[in-house]
């Protein structure tokens, strides 16, 4: 499935794309760049070892391509997305989650995100499935949540979460979230007012067509 969205006078597509593991050392030095030239690395995140986890298969690597953009674009990568299968992030602070087989998705770098979620989050989502996945964890940066509150729905229990503090410059902490910290996205509960509902539960509710941290 593509994904397009008119932008004035041309039309931007993308797809997100499985790595196969034996691929991995082919594509690494263009992943790499991505990472470094958007400086969207986490801090402190051990690029050495995540890439011995990729050629293991621990991780896999899901690198988002355009199919339609301007010349510039499409000899470029538009993202990259690591997801882990397994146990939960060890690093919950609450009860809202399980110890169920979960799939931890990490966007490390994105460009023009919009043109490509839709078609990652299909692609994780029959991913996670096909691997017994019963809850979704999503990280990225604080301006991601928009796209990464997608995956409600489509898996039992759905938490979303930060890898890093700064994004642009501004300290992300003003949200009360610290990296690995997750929040569980749920549905506004019907006839309860915001803060009622915030003071029984730190999580994320959906309103409007936009997550709210509920604090």
Same mark, same amino acid.
């Given at each position: 499935?593509?994904?397009?969205?008119?932008?004035?006078?041309?039309?931007?597509?993308?797809?997100?794309?499985?790595?196969?593991?034996?691929?991995?050392?082919?594509?690494?030095?263009?992943?790499?760049?991505?990472?470094?030239?958007?400086?969207?690395?986490?801090?402190?995140?051990?690029?050495?070892?995540?890439?011995?986890?990729?050629?293991?298969?621990?991780?896999?690597? *899901?690198?988002?391509?355009?199919?339609?953009?301007?010349?510039?674009?499409?000899?470029?990568?538009?993202?990259?997305?690591?997801?882990?299968?397994?146990?939960?992030?060890?690093?919950?602070?609450?009860?809202?989650?399980?110890?169920?087989?979960?799939?931890?998705?990490?966007?490390?770098?994105?460009?023009?995100?919009?043109? *490509?979620?839709?078609?990652?989050?299909?692609?994780?989502?029959?991913?996670?499935?096909?691997?017994?996945?019963?809850?979704?964890?999503?990280?990225?940066?604080?301006?991601?949540?928009?796209?990464?509150?997608?995956?409600?729905?489509?898996?039992?229990?759905?938490?979303?979460?930060?890898?890093?503090?700064?994004?642009?410059?501004?300290?992300?902490?003003?949200?009360?979230?610290?990296?690995?910290?997750?929040?569980?996205?749920?549905?506004?509960?019907?006839?309860?007012?915001?803060?009622?509902?915030?003071?029984?539960?730190?999580?994320?509710?959906?309103?409007?067509?936009?997550?709210?941290?509920?604090?």
């Amino acid at each position: 499935m593509l994904i397009h969205y008119d932008l004035g006078k041309r039309t931007t597509k993308g797809e997100l794309l499985l790595v196969p593991v034996e691929l991995v050392p082919a594509v690494w030095d263009r992943a790499y760049y991505l990472i470094r030239r958007k400086g969207q690395a986490p801090e402190g995140y051990d690029i050495k070892a995540l890439y011995q986890r990729l050629l293991l298969g621990r991780d896999r690597l *899901w690198l988002a391509v355009f199919t339609h953009a301007k010349a510039h674009l499409m000899n470029s990568y538009g993202g990259m997305v690591i997801s882990t299968v397994g146990p939960p992030p060890k690093d919950l602070s609450h009860v809202l989650f399980t110890r169920d087989r979960s799939i931890t998705v990490h966007v490390i770098a994105a460009r023009k995100i919009y043109s *490509w979620f839709d078609d990652a989050v299909e692609k994780i989502t029959a991913y996670g499935l096909e691997n017994e996945c019963r809850q979704c964890f999503a990280m990225g940066r604080q301006g991601w949540f928009g796209q990464m509150k997608k995956f409600y729905g489509r898996f039992e229990r759905v938490g979303i979460g930060l890898d890093r503090l700064k994004t642009r410059g501004r300290d992300t902490r003003q949200c009360t979230m610290r990296p690995g910290y997750f929040r569980r996205i749920e549905p506004w509960p019907e006839g309860v007012k915001f803060w009622t509902a915030a003071s029984r539960k730190r999580q994320f509710y959906l309103r409007g067509g936009r997550a709210h941290a509920a604090d």
